[in-house]
């Protein structure tokens, strides 16, 4: 079955960004990506591994969500600067719940650094397991400074945090992944705290004036030198997209990048079946032992893979070990994926889909007369192939 991808091929966003990064969720598969690998600032996109400690020290049993904690003295610090207090936070207890919520919705820089202080018992302890923990989910391109992502003068802490986009999306994937309820949170666009409603500062989510369908958060960030920056979660018709987003020009742009990605993805991505169900594919598997050698196989289900209209269909690759006969119809005997390509990429550790191949009939095993005629032709053959080896005085000598 040779089915070509339906549409015409447009051009990929042309989104004015220093680094970027697409995912399909529901498969794995990258869309898009700019400058994926290139390290750059994250500003407040940061607070999604503060938050994760959190959330992570939490199921541990470090903390509690109705655990009470008061901000540090260079905690309040933050408030007192200006264009720094998000939130702005006094000398009075606030649970781990409230201040995981406003670092996440209101991206509030004085809960950040309390949350840590909460978690390590300072920030610069906290910034050391937040490297850790980088290093552990492979953030190769990622160093941290703080808790907070505020440029080193902002923050009052040596060291710039610096990330790519390709280190972003493998933090935010183990985040939905452990903890999908998070987005529970980003999806709200208010929050309320010390009787004050503050808006998120998420501008696509429903209700604000930037409201993208589907939208579900997930996190912003801005500072001077990071430029603007947003990982940005939606869902529709049974499709999970997330975005990265880093070095926008200005507030707006990010949010115009990152629509333009989510509708390509929506729009120009489409799940094509390649094989029907009950087709027979071109290769057969081999029945060592078998009446027959060879038996077709055929689709279990339909095959379908996520394609960019107007690419080509990617070539199958057949996975079909030999197998020993007797062999029952609809045994599974292997199966069928896609070839990676340019066009077909998917994340680290994500596979290709996969279809099951399972026979078309039955083949009992060899009779006596079948294995003797076929060990007959064998023996044959072995000597066609000495003789094709020998020069023709060695087999004139062999008469």
Not at 251 to 280: N, Q, S, W
């Amino acid at each position: 079955m040779n089915i070509a991808s339906p549409g015409v091929a447009k051009a990929a966003p042309d989104i004015d960004v220093s680094g970027a990064m697409l995912v399909d969720l529901t498969t794995g598969q990258i869309l898009f990506s700019k400058e994926e690998d290139a390290m750059l600032p994250p500003a407040s996109i940061t607070k999604l591994m503060t938050a994760f400690l959190v959330r992570e020290a939490i199921e541990a049993g470090e903390l509690s969500w109705n655990e009470e904690v008061t901000p540090s003295a260079d905690a309040l610090a933050l408030t007192k600067k200006p264009g720094l207090a998000r939130i702005p936070l006094v000398n009075k207890p606030y649970t781990i719940k409230e201040l995981y919520d406003v670092a996440l919705i209101r991206s509030a820089n004085e809960a950040a650094v309390t949350l840590g202080e909460a978690v390590a018992g300072s920030e610069e302890a906290f910034v050391v397991l937040m490297n850790e923990r980088a290093t552990a989910l492979g953030m190769t391109q990622t160093t941290f400074a703080n808790a907070s992502g505020l440029d080193s003068v902002s923050a009052g802490r040596p060291g710039e945090n610096l990330t790519s986009a390709s280190d972003l999306m493998k933090l935010a994937l183990t985040y939905l992944t452990k903890y999908p309820d998070v987005l529970d949170v980003t999806k709200q666009a208010y929050v309320d705290i010390d009787g004050v409603r503050f808006e998120a500062t998420n501008r696509m989510l429903t209700g604000r004036d930037l409201a993208y369908s589907g939208m579900l958060g997930f996190k912003t960030g801005t500072t001077d030198d990071a430029g603007y920056c947003f990982i940005g979660v939606s869902t529709r018709d049974g499709r999970t997209v997330l975005s990265v987003v880093l070095g926008a020009k200005t507030d707006e742009g990010r949010y115009t990048a990152t629509k333009a990605l989510h509708d390509y993805a929506y729009g120009d991505f489409v799940m094509t079946p390649i094989l029907r169900t009950g087709e027979l594919v071109p290769e057969q598997a081999f029945v060592a032992g078998g009446e027959v050698e060879h038996v077709s196989v055929r689709t279990t289900s339909a095959f379908e893979v996520l394609i960019e209209k107007g690419q080509p269909v990617p070539k199958l690759v057949y996975d079909l070990p030999e197998t020993s006969a007797p062999v029952k119809a609809d045994q599974q005997v292997g199966t069928v994926t896609v070839e990676l390509s340019d066009h077909v990429r998917y994340l680290d550790g994500e596979q290709p889909p996969k279809g099951m191949l399972v026979t078309a009939e039955a083949v009992e095993e060899a009779s006596f007369l079948t294995r003797m005629t076929r060990a007959f032709s064998d023996f044959l053959d072995e000597i066609r192939l000495v003789l094709g080896k020998l020069s023709l005085v060695d087999r004139l000598e062999l008469l």
